[in-house]
């Protein structure tokens, strides 16, 4: 199929209590398409360089800056093909800026940084190296959340009037910071996390389904971040009303504290036609809604042809054996890969639009404005 | 078990396009402990006699003002012991006032009247002759919902920190108004609706289980209401959010242009330590979640232990054997009726605390709210 | 609409340890076009009298015998119209035929009686006279499986080949008689119950769906009665597999024993062009799959456009407002009482056509085989 | 970690049409612990070492007993450390039973084989050599059956009585190996598949859920082999009941054409003091009833303290970021690496009980019985 392997780097990811690199390290060598083979993984130089030695990644570095120097430093014909990051938000910027820079793409977490000021930096440096770049709004992998844009983009349900978009967790109800938790404390801390704990950690995720599946903005939003656990720095509690650019609303609902939710976000998209709903709690089903007809469940499976195109390429498994979070997180990979090798004139599949370095800075833009609303007590602020 | 059937009389619920009337009348008759006595069916003197004739109620009456006097002229042995009113809201003030000052007992549909000023000024004349009343909000009556109440009470997920309630439905979607669909007319006609269309209507549904399940109040509001389907003169989409009275929040939506959505009300109801997730989607069932245990569900059924004695008494078959929408209408019917034969020193089980004119009050002031917060671009307005 | 409400008559169902009674009475009485005018309730001629006068019913008799004299002596205007006969299986007989035998119409408990000869009698007594007869397989008059056959019988799934009919419960998983349950005494009791403890009781409901929904009969079973809980002297659990008239297949599984289970009855029904599910665990939605489609969900709703005609008077209540057990029960005796009035000529809706006489002949002889086969340890058996 | 990755080779599993190599490729190198170092992947020669070179498979050969010959010739440091099997039925025995001969660890797809006879062999070869052998009953590697495993030897529902284990698939319903799809034409040749089709393919993942969680074995099976699609040579439908070695009993359905059934196998276990039942259609579930409790939902999440030390180091995300089939086969993957690990010394947890020869065996034998009975007519038949 190709010619070989893509070459990976990875910021971040390493060290007993992290949780995004593994999944990632998953999603990169699922298909069996790209290796790991360069790594800065932890913050101190002596773990980074074990980490990768522990992790079998032949070229571990001490940091990023070490990495992305060495490595542009190579020919090309050595040289990693991009760069995955998976810190904690304030460590998403420098890596990222300086990849894009050196024109090796990236794929980077998200929320893509802890200011939208950061954000539009990095914005104008992608946009100036035409980089490669892929946020990882991991959900909008899952292929039934594909066929959704899709389905909306083919006008399924007519006009947009109402996104209601929901991100339930349960796992910060209680002080776990206090325990020393190290995903929760660099998750409450705004040194590290921004300006937004819970709005910008699970908030972002819940919005872009709004921009990715039902192909909206939103202009102006009224925010109530709420923070629930005595003693805690950021919102645990995230719930934002905004109004969108074809004049219907959307409700973001995202919260930390709802005891019992594990991961459950989705969505319904409600338009003048008819209706899409989603939920990660049952993903391998879309149901469609239309007028006073029976109830259609899309059901997820490589052999089902009502998979347009587009789709049909990130599709691994016949109905019934059910994929997941992994395989959502390769499909983003696999776009990121598909995009670089088709840059190079390899025959592979044309990318699914996933998110890019725009959504990025969308996101940071809805994050700020519903800060920025809940400290004037909800007041309405334009989404920058 | 008791010396009588109860005589009950209605008003309105008569006529081919009426919908409420036929479930109530099953709620009555349900249980074989009440009859259909009198009735003011229809608002044309002839057809509600008619109509009576037709359902075999003996008293048919042209007006309710004509069956309040001759029934209150009748001595108790043959008067009807409370009257049903099941009219578009506009006409629930006159005969609700009207039994509640003749002593005679009243279940009333919601919104309890159009103003809140009326709903205060009933609630004068309930409390000055002490008057069972009860407020049809229906959701009350299903028993997984009074359980979420008891376990609430029993402080099974601790201090509650956020109630969300919603209530989509789709059936309003497209101007069927437009096509004399009566149902549809009177609900959307502020003359007869109230200041608000959907949260009047099903909003305060959504509303009422954060007083009845969650046991708290709003104290101030920020609304959204929205009317998606052009000339229509009333709010056919209704987004609240709420303060609570003990520091929490709730979120409460409805809708009546989520297409494909039905009747779908529930609530979640996260406290400090566990959560209570009820739909009526899955009605039988009480999700309660704590902590690392596992998920626990309380099912639906006669025989299971963990029903308290308040509720035990009203519940009719074995588990499996699914009740519904009548047998929940028919529960507030009993309460309404064991009120009354208590009163009367009857041997009766204790009524649940059922929703009552507080309640109905209580629904007047949150939609009122929201309807002024809404004109005033979504301020925070207070709960009066 | 009709002239008078139908005068209906009870056989049993009287008692505070009865089950079907209550259901039956909550029925009959639902629509308010038909009232409980006389009763032999219990086995006691003084607690018969006692309870009919408890349950408001006017004509209360010391026992059927004398029920069946004196109502039959009545003129017909004062006569009951039909009986209904909830008594343990061994009583079915005797106040069947009577009423068959003098031309009242019966809707009788399942099975129909306890051994097959009784029932092919009884057959024939109905069948001189052209008795309306219904029997109460319950869940026949569940919409959606009404829906079902009208689907099967309009070649939705093509060509049946499989049946898979399921009904297992839990609530006999311990010795319950032994504590003196008297539902449970009587249904483990051969003299009582019949040749089959489990199979009679729900087994029966299950091959229902084989007749009823699929349309074919079973020709030769092999049946696995099995008793788990020791010491009891009838089955448990019934496990059959039967091949169809059409060549096609059937497993019949019922249980008693599977802790957890409710009541969960429901079917399967592959065909050469689709598939057709439905389970009372989900009574309100019907699924049908057919080939590479999306898999459509028939949802129940009064205003859904795709019930027929023969389907949609027996719906009362709007999509989302759940209807349940008593509903589908007073759909049976709907049927009933339009065969009656329509023979009479009053103006009512075509009956569906629910179980009558024969199916439950055909219950009898499948329950027959099944125990025949069981006691050759499974050889094939045909059915009779 | 551990030392260096293991060196996985791979028989079978090339080529455009292969189904399973890419998911067993997926499973081996989902944890960055193994790599595919050697393959014999297709049939013809030329195409086998092909498909290894466009699969980044360093050691491709143009045959299985090539591959045999040249690893086992290679030193240790060097040499595969186990091979995958993903041929058709018909090509497991051989390459087996050399890699067994020679020591070298075997994943083996099911049915181990396609007589009962050859897999007694192979058993044999295994047994003299103590060969780390797993057979790939993927579904055994769900986190959720693995703890159904524990909790029924931990005595959380009692003694076995019953076991319902089910298979329904619909994509064989019409003839679609007329078409020339080359997973259906192996699926349905005798001469690859073995005497069974259905009850090979997918009957043996079902019986395995009897041995492998309720930890019963068959004694003897009356079984129903039927071919609904005309001019196909193997069963496309296969019942089973089945007698239990403590007096229990098991019904084993499997199909291959329902119609809309994806790949639905799971399974419900009554003991006498509770059930537990699981689904692949909602696998990351498992549910516990005991008595007249709530019905308890264990959720899949590593943070879950309900999961025994045998299981937490088989699970890789938090709860709600849903696993699924790459990861149940990656666990048996792993239980093959730990053991093979676990025996060189290495620190590795200790491997889960997962499926070995002895369940190949003993499917192997369970089929064979199926197929002599259906072959009498449905007689009892001892498993051998």
Redesign the interface.
């Known amino acids: 199929?190709s010619q070989r392997?893509l070459r990976v780097g990875m910021v971040g990811g390493g060290g007993p209590a992290n949780?995004f690199g593994?999944?990632h390290?998953?999603g990169i060598?699922?298909?069996?398409s790209a290796e790991?083979t360069a790594g800065a993984l932890r913050s101190n130089a002596a773990d980074s360089i074990a980490s990768a030695k522990?992790?079998?990644i032949p070229r571990g570095y001490p940091d990023w800056q070490t990495m992305m120097k060495e490595e542009t430093a190579k020919p090309e014909s050595e040289r990693i093909d991009y760069v995955t990051i998976v810190t904690p938000n304030d460590a998403h910027f420098g890596p990222a800026d300086a990849a894009s820079a050196a024109g090796i793409g990236v794929l980077c977490e998200k929320p893509l940084t802890t200011t939208l000021d950061e954000a539009k930096r990095l914005h104008a440096t992608v946009a100036s190296k035409n980089t490669p770049f892929v946020v990882a709004y991991t959900y909008t992998g899952f292929p039934m959340v594909m066929l959704a844009k899709e389905l909306v983009k083919d006008n399924a349900?007519g006009e947009v009037?109402?996104v209601?978009a929901w991100y339930?967790?349960?796992?910060l109800?209680t002080k776990l910071e206090a325990d020393g938790q190290k995903q929760a404390a660099w998750r409450v801390d705004p040194t590290k996390a921004g300006a937004s704990g819970c709005g910008g950690d699970i908030g972002t995720h819940a919005y872009e389904f709004v921009r990715f599946v039902a192909g909206r903005n939103a202009t102006r939003v009224?925010g109530?971040l709420?923070t629930?656990v005595p003693g805690r720095a950021l919102d645990d509690?995230f719930?934002v009303?905004a109004e969108l650019d074809n004049g219907g609303?959307a409700?973001i609902?995202a919260?930390q504290?709802?005891?019992?939710?594990?991961?459950?976000n989705g969505f319904?998209i409600?338009?003048?036609?008819?209706?899409l709903?989603w939920s990660?709690?049952d993903?391998t089903i879309l149901?469609?809604?239309?007028?006073?007809?029976?109830?259609?469940?899309?059901?997820q499976?490589a052999?089902?042809?009502?998979f347009p195109g587009s789709i049909k390429p990130y599709l691994?498994?016949?109905?019934?054996?059910?994929?997941?979070?992994?395989?959502a997180l390769a499909n983003l990979h696999r776009t990121l890969e598909w995009t670089i090798r088709g840059r190079r004139g390899e025959n592979v599949p044309t990318p699914f639009p996933h998110p890019g370095i725009a959504d990025g800075v969308a996101g940071m833009a809805f994050v700020e404005a519903a800060v920025a609303s809940s400290n004037q007590?909800?007041a309405?602020v334009k989404v920058g």
Request: aromatic share 12%.
């Open positions: 199929m392997k949780f593994g999944p390290r998953r060598l699922m298909d069996n790991l522990e992790l079998y349900i009037r109402k209601e339930p967790q349960g796992w109800a009224r109530r709420k629930f509690d719930t009303l609303i409700t609902c919260s504290i709802t005891i019992g939710a594990q991961n459950d319904r409600s338009g003048t036609t008819g209706t709903e990660i709690t993903h149901k469609h809604y239309a007028g006073g007809k029976p109830l259609q469940l899309y059901r499976g052999e089902y042809g009502y691994r498994l016949p109905s019934g054996h059910p994929e997941g979070f992994h395989e007590d909800g309405w």
